[in-house]
């Protein structure tokens, strides 16, 4: 029997690549280390112009006292530029450029940790993990050690996000049958850091293949029970798979580890293991290179910063042009202006999809109230409901009926029969909503002080 | 934007497209979903027309077309894009030939095919916005001429005419079953009959199994879900279970379920997207007072049908039975309980 939730959708799954083994990407001639890897502060570049750098060495670092993960180089060779780089969200991210040597030195920081993991404390444990970079790398990209001490005392269940739910992307796929020992090595190293007693892998019952070599591997270690999940969208968003492993549902505005729960990625787990094994930070990661228009759909081991258009000739250029390039999944990813834009910790995917998957409908969009989105949210709020709403620019009726609930998935959106781009009226709506509030908050504030 | 010295866009474009998310969207559109309504009609009408002959065939084309005119014409006038390549209006137009008697002038299911897609739908704002149901809007618009609405011929006599007007000398009356429940007596034909469509009634109506058949083919299609018939036809068939008129409760509850509109409105003229809930529970709300407004008709009312009626009246409490029907959100209440 395999665990489920309420709600989602099926999706074409498109896993071209799901028999590819992982490749090692030739060393590229540069990479761009963007300081904007993950939630929190960006980083401020540690180096200038000209610095020579070995692989591992800190190029971006932590503003004191901030939430937030080092960018480490992962390459050898020197700085050419740091410049600011324009993101399809308007936003400028400040990036790193390292001309690569091809070398591949390593730096000297680059110790494998002395003490075995049984007499490794707690707090050693997650220091490691914070100095190694690590960040969610299902595509959230939460500061790993930050998790970890929201969950010390309060999670009693680890949770390994092993559905990969999002069509084409393979990477956790591939990483689960061919390197299993890393990811339960990871477990290990991340049930010691956050104490909890008790593990649960979740995988999709589309990676079937991967579960015998897991069983097999967990058999001495009987806290850590492999579970499948149905293949379902989203059930990689984290609060669907508590949900289907737990039945405990989490309200919005709380963490995992409100539920007793604490989740990572498996890519996340094997950086741990590699973090702790050889000292190495996260300055490599597998990605997806897939959607339909390359030659060659391949999974990659590629240094991070790698940009797009180098895995997109190491895989045989193009057979189809496409209209899009996305990093991350096709429901959730995001659009990028050009080929150029560098793989980030949290990039699981680079997509490239023809025009096919954005075909103009014919017709005006058009509710026609069939009640589909209602049934697919997960969230299980009246997506096109709310949409009504901000189409009458009615913001507290969007709120009311829930918009700040929405974890926009995009299952509204994806199975409308209408064509309504609901779930972008529904950020439109959190946009307003949240807007007014701050409005409102400063508004107190500014009263109070008079 | 800085251009990098070694980049490679041999074939890859210098920008991209933009947008956001998701990338993905399904193939299904309103057209398919339409087409699917209609191949799930076909049949049952198809027995129509063998059954009632050709002047049936003439009705449905009369209807489709003119409902597909009068959509192109309304949106043309009030300035909107012609959507009739949506298909709705051509739905709209073989319902409407579905509820209409065989023996109708040719020139009602123009009127109604006019009342149904300019008053009804395209005055209130066009697909998705009407309140009511176009096609059972216009049937009970078309009860303005009573007499023409209820000759019913007796089965088994075709009608080939295409005459504009028959004249009573045409045809050959007959009762259908509904009238003998009504009076309080069961039909003349076995269930057996009611269920496979040898029996008289208005065109498309007849034959619960094929009705049955295509709403199989919705449900399987994701078109429509169980909430509506099964609530809808469930409380019928649990009222004059419990209140029949003959001694005979199972009989009597079978012929109820099987005469007239039910299963055609039920299936098909119920679940209408657009008049409608659409959350689970407020479509069981909806077709259990569908069900119930129809027994009522049926048992004290004035004519012998009642589901066009308990339809329309359902229609308009749509947007009430959502807010009921709105679904307890993700994290609400069970975390408290079970944390």
């Known amino acids: 029997?395999?665990?489920?939730?309420?709600?989602?959708?099926?999706?074409?799954?498109h896993k071209l690549t799901d028999g590819c083994p992982i490749e090692k990407l030739p060393e590229p001639d540069y990479v761009k280390l963007s300081m904007s890897q993950n939630i929190g502060a960006p980083c401020i570049p540690a180096v200038a112009v000209g610095d020579h750098v070995c692989v591992g060495t800190v190029v971006g670092a932590v503003p004191e006292g901030a939430l937030g993960c080092p960018v480490h180089s992962s390459v050898s060779g020197t700085v050419r530029a740091i410049e600011d780089n324009l993101m399809p969200t308007g936003a400028k991210e400040s990036t790193v450029i390292i001309d690569n040597d091809g070398e591949g030195t390593v730096a000297d920081t680059v110790t494998p940790f002395e003490k075995n993991i049984n007499d490794a404390t707690r707090e050693e444990i997650t220091d490691i993990i914070k100095n190694a970079g690590i960040s969610g790398m299902g595509g959230a990209a939460f500061p790993t050690y930050a998790k970890i001490n929201s969950a010390v005392g309060k999670a009693k269940l680890l949770i390994v996000n092993c559905a990969e739910c999002e069509p084409f992307i393979t990477s956790d796929h591939r990483l689960l049958l061919e390197r299993?020992?890393?990811?339960?090595?990871?477990?290990?190293?991340?049930?010691?850091?956050?104490?909890?007693p008790e593990a649960y892998i979740g995988?999709?019952?589309n990676k079937r293949d991967a579960v015998p070599m897991l069983k097999k591997l967990t058999k001495d270690a009987d806290f850590i029970s492999v579970k499948v999940v149905k293949t379902k969208y989203p059930q990689g968003d984290e609060r669907q798979l508590i949900y289907a492993l737990t039945g405990r549902e989490l309200p919005q505005?709380?963490?995992?580890?409100?539920?007793?729960?604490?989740?990572?990625?498996?890519?996340?787990?094997?950086?741990?293991?590699?973090?702790?094994?050889?000292?190495m930070p996260l300055v490599k990661r597998i990605v997806t290179v897939s959607g339909g228009c390359g030659k060659e759909p391949k999974n990659v081991e590629v240094p991070i910063g790698?940009?797009?258009?180098?895995?997109?000739?190491?895989?045989?250029?193009?057979?189809?042009?496409?209209?899009?390039?996305?990093?991350?999944?096709?429901?959730?990813?995001?659009?990028?202006?050009?080929?150029?834009?560098?793989?980030?910790?949290?990039?699981?995917?680079?997509?490239?999809?023809?025009?096919?998957?954005?075909?103009?409908?014919?017709?005006?969009?058009?509710?026609?109230?069939?009640?589909?989105?209602?049934?697919?949210?997960?969230?299980?709020?009246?997506?096109?409901?709310?949409?009504?709403?901000?189409?009458h620019d009615d913001m507290e009726g969007a709120e009311k009926y829930g918009a700040m609930n929405c974890v926009e998935c995009g299952s509204c959106s994806y199975n409308c029969p209408g064509k309504v781009e609901i779930v972008q009226y529904i950020r439109v709506a959190k946009a307003s909503i949240r807007a007014a509030a701050a409005q409102m908050k400063a508004a107190k504030e500014k009263s109070e002080k008079n | 934007m800085a251009k990098d010295k070694n980049n490679v866009t041999a074939e890859l474009p210098e920008l991209f497209t933009v947008s956001?998310?998701?990338?993905?969207?399904?193939?299904?559109?309103?057209?398919?979903?339409?087409?699917?309504?209609?191949?799930?009609?076909?049949?049952?009408?198809?027995w129509g027309v063998i059954s009632f002959g050709l002047r049936a065939l003439a009705i449905g084309l009369i209807s489709i077309v003119s409902c597909i005119l009068f959509e192109a014409l309304a949106e043309w006038i009030l300035k909107r894009p012609v959507t009739v390549s949506d298909c709705s209006a051509a739905v709209t137009g073989l319902l409407l030939a579905m509820n209409l008697t065989?023996?109708?002038?040719?020139?009602?299911?123009?009127?109604?095919?006019?009342?149904?897609?300019v008053i009804v739908k395209q005055i209130f704002g066009g697909l998705g916005k009407n309140i009511v149901n176009p096609a059972l809007a216009a049937r009970v618009f078309l009860f303005s001429w009573a007499g023409d609405m209820t000759r019913f011929v007796s089965f088994g006599t075709k009608v080939n005419s295409l005459s504009p007007v028959l004249g009573d000398a045409d045809i050959v009356a007959g009762a259908t079953p509904l009238a003998s429940l009504k009076a309080g007596t069961v039909p003349d034909k076995s269930v057996l009959d009611m269920f496979l469509g040898n029996v008289n009634g208005c065109i498309g109506e007849v034959s619960a199994i094929l009705l049955i058949l295509g709403g199989i083919y919705l449900l399987t299609r994701g078109v429509i879900t169980w909430h509506i018939p099964v609530a809808y036809i469930g409380t019928v068939a649990i009222l004059t279970f419990i209140f029949p008129k003959t001694s005979a409760s199972w009989n009597y509850m079978l012929y109820e379920i099987l005469a007239g509109g039910l299963m055609l409105g039920a299936i098909y003229m119920a679940t209408d997207y657009a008049t409608s809930p659409m959350t689970p529970v407020g479509r069981i709300i909806f077709g259990v007072g569908c069900g119930g407004i129809t027994v009522l008709i049926r048992y004290f009312g004035g004519y012998p049908e009642g589901v066009s009626f308990s339809i329309l009246i359902m229609n308009l409490l749509v947007w009430y039975l959502d807010r009921i029907g709105m679904p307890r959100r993700f994290g609400t209440k069970r975390f408290a309980k079970k944390s």
């Open chain 1, 253 to 279: 505005g709380k963490l995992p580890a409100d539920a007793g729960c604490v989740i990572f990625n498996a890519a996340t787990c094997a950086a741990a293991y590699n973090a702790f094994k050889s000292g």
């Open chain 1, 180 to 196: 299993p020992e890393e990811v339960i090595a990871g477990i290990k190293i991340l049930m010691k850091a956050t104490g909890v």
């Open chain 1, 1 to 13: 029997m395999a665990y489920t939730f309420k709600g989602g959708i099926h999706v074409d799954e």
């Open chain 1, 203 to 205: 995988v999709e019952d």
């Open chain 1, 306 to 391: 790698t940009p797009a258009s180098v895995l997109v000739e190491y895989c045989g250029g193009l057979v189809k042009s496409p209209e899009k390039i996305i990093t991350g999944g096709p429901m959730m990813g995001q659009t990028q202006w050009d080929a150029n834009v560098p793989v980030k910790k949290g990039t699981s995917s680079i997509l490239l999809l023809s025009a096919d998957y954005s075909k103009k409908p014919s017709l005006p969009a058009t509710c026609i109230r069939c009640g589909k989105c209602i049934r697919n949210c997960p969230q299980h709020l009246m997506p096109s409901y709310i949409a009504q709403f901000v189409q």
């Open chain 2, 102 to 117: 065989v023996t109708v002038p040719l020139w009602m299911p123009v009127v109604g095919a006019f009342f149904a897609i």
């Open chain 2, 20 to 46: 956001p998310s998701p990338h993905m969207k399904t193939a299904d559109n309103t057209r398919t979903i339409m087409i699917d309504v209609m191949i799930a009609l076909l049949p049952a009408y198809v």
